[in-house]
């Protein structure tokens, strides 16, 4: 009954390198973002798609190519993976809106990448 | 913009003591504000958030937290902590009317110690 899942919890690779992390969610929410935590436990958004649509693009390198499919799922390609890409990328989603304040995000569990 | 400034890096403290979590928020706009909680090898989750209404909130684990507007301050507290809330804990805001994108703080390490 997991609620927001990513594979693979964890992924090595070397330098120049193409990967992608999946996440899915059985919540029935049509939110979903992408974060990215640095070795400082930083945390920071770089994109979010709304219904297939990507509505938030932060200043991300594009070899960052985020991929929707549909509502449940938002995929994260990252090409040529350079050394400084090593982080956890965290998944999350949040349910539509309802018509006052925010929405709550909930994560899922990580993605640690390691580029060596 | 909004920024978020969590001024303790690490807060050592013993078992049962209480603990204060700083945050400070910066925005040009009406903002709300979060904080957030992430386990040794988790992802993160909602502690408790403050959207309008009154400025003490309460959350889980028995944490609670008071906005203070002038102060543009989020503190974070417990009376009495427990072993089991050593973690990494995060304040964020999302500005009202966005596209709920979160800000995060820098976080803030919370050893709880026997």
């Known amino acids: 009954d997991t609620a927001v899942s990513q594979t693979p919890k964890y992924l090595v690779t070397q330098m120049g390198n193409d990967k992608s992390i999946k996440c899915e969610q059985n919540?029935?929410?049509?939110?979903m973002y992408w974060y990215k935590q640095d070795s400082k436990k930083f945390l920071k958004i770089m994109f979010s798609y709304n219904n297939k649509e990507l509505i938030i693009n932060e200043t991300v390198p594009n070899r960052f190519s985020p991929k929707s499919p549909d509502k449940a799922h938002l995929n994260l390609h990252i090409n040529s993976l350079e050394l400084g890409d090593s982080a956890v990328y965290f998944c999350a989603s949040s349910p539509p809106w309802g018509g006052a304040g925010p929405r709550e995000q909930y994560f899922g569990p990580g993605t640690r990448l390691t580029v060596t | 913009a909004q920024s978020v400034t969590q001024l303790d890096s690490q807060v050592p403290v013993f078992e049962e003591a209480p603990v204060e979590l700083r945050c400070n928020y910066s925005?040009?706009?009406?903002?709300?504000l979060f904080w957030y909680v992430q386990y040794p090898n988790q992802g993160l989750q909602l502690l408790l958030k403050?959207?309008?209404?009154?400025?003490l909130v309460k959350g889980i684990n028995g944490f609670e937290a008071e906005f203070n507007k002038s102060q543009t301050s989020f503190h974070l507290r417990k009376p009495s902590v427990h072993i089991s809330d050593t973690a990494e804990y995060f304040c964020a805001v999302s500005a009202s009317g966005g596209y709920n994108k979160l800000i995060f703080g820098a976080g803030t390490r919370l050893a709880v110690h026997p």
């Open positions: 403050y959207l309008s209404g009154s400025t």
């Open positions: 925005s040009s706009v009406s903002v709300y």
């Open positions: 919540l029935g929410h049509d939110t």
